[in-house]
């Protein structure tokens, strides 16, 4: 009698790539050599699909999934993804993320790397989480949405034409100290309270992108959204909120109210903008937001726990530079108090 050893051959697994050239700073003409490269091919078959249009990469995704596809990687930045995150929510079809984008917000969160040749050599590792997104008056994000100032920097940045931090610094540093606050109702499962807000943010992912941290305690996995209320502030007190959101601690700060919530629903005087995940949309004074829980299938990071998250050099830059203005509204601070002190004195001299 002979014996013979039966081995299971694993099934491959199948992947789109979902690319849009012309999305984010970052150049892709490396992209296919690279996934030829990096890309384990005797685990996974592949194939590259290019947009031509604003919602291309939906309608690619939507197909790949009908075709049972196992992964769709979205190539580009949060616009991308948005796109391609859509298409697949509730769905069998798992999303990555390969990061050239402008801010990458929820590759950064989930501690993707942001060198494209190591964010390929991750998918062969095939790591996949069942995580939550959000809806604003039906339309899905996965990282933020909001309104108010960051929803109009939001609009202000799409009319640009032109991607990068800069250019959303510039915007927000020529429009942030004529913005006016704005007054909201918002219910939620606790009751109904009013604000008078700078920006409301409903947060599922802990960053807008660039490592600028708007809920810093933020998570993925735990059915709740991250809400942060910015109450108005003066032009001294802008410095430190920056700051505070580059170094993960703007929930620490006086100006901010946060608290979790599985819905809200935010009532305003008039229509106006609102954004999701970085895109404007123009919507009336009614807004609900809400959370589903482990809607979608992400390939994450299995080392995303042991890794320092170290700050770039843009981050260091940003604290080196508001850290320098802090000091410098010290001063002010300090020599507004002597001339207050000078004048009392003044003022007794001359009985006063």
Request: aromatic share 8%; with cysteine; glycine share 8%.
């Amino acid at each position: 009698m002979y014996f013979c050893t039966v081995y299971a051959v694993a099934e491959m697994k199948r992947i789109v790539f979902i690319m849009n050239p012309i999305s984010g700073t970052a150049s892709k003409a490396a992209v296919p050599q690279l996934i030829e490269n990096r890309l384990d091919q005797s685990l996974f078959e592949y194939e590259i699909r290019l947009t031509e249009h604003a919602g291309h990469a939906t309608t690619i995704a939507q197909q790949a999934a009908e075709e049972g596809v196992d992964l769709v990687v979205a190539v580009g930045g949060d616009g991308t993804v948005n796109e391609v995150g859509r298409a697949l929510i509730e769905t069998q079809t798992a999303m990555a993320i390969l990061p050239c984008g402008s801010g990458n917000g929820l590759a950064r969160h989930l501690m993707l790397p942001m060198d494209l040749g190591k964010a390929i050599s991750l998918i062969n590792r095939f790591e996949i989480h069942d995580l939550d997104y959000g809806t604003i008056n039906g339309m899905p994000f996965f990282c933020t949405c909001g309104m108010g100032f960051d929803a109009f920097i939001s609009m202000k940045f799409a009319e640009a034409g032109k991607r990068g931090l800069i250019t959303y610094v510039e915007n927000v540093l020529k429009e942030g100290l004529k913005y006016k606050p704005e007054t909201y109702e918002l219910e939620d499962e606790t009751g109904t309270k009013h604000y008078k807000a700078f920006l409301i943010s409903a947060a599922n992912a802990s960053q807008y992108g660039n490592n600028a941290y708007i809920a810093p305690q933020a998570s993925m996995s735990d059915g709740l959204l991250d809400v942060i209320i910015m109450e108005p502030f003066d032009v001294l007190e802008a410095p430190q909120i920056s700051l505070d959101m580059f170094n993960k601690t703007l929930d620490k700060n006086s100006k901010i109210k946060t608290f979790k919530a599985k819905r809200i629903h935010v009532h305003r005087k008039e229509p106006g903008w609102i954004h999701y995940d970085g895109d404007p949309v123009m919507t009336d004074a009614d807004i609900d937001i809400l959370l589903h829980s482990k809607g979608i299938k992400v390939l994450v990071n299995p080392d995303a726990d042991k890794r320092l998250r170290q700050p770039n050099v843009v981050q260091t830059a940003f604290t080196e530079f508001f850290n320098d203005v802090n000091m410098v509204r010290e001063n002010i601070s300090r020599q507004g108090r002597k001339v207050q002190i000078l004048n009392k004195l003044l003022l007794r001299k001359l009985n006063l």
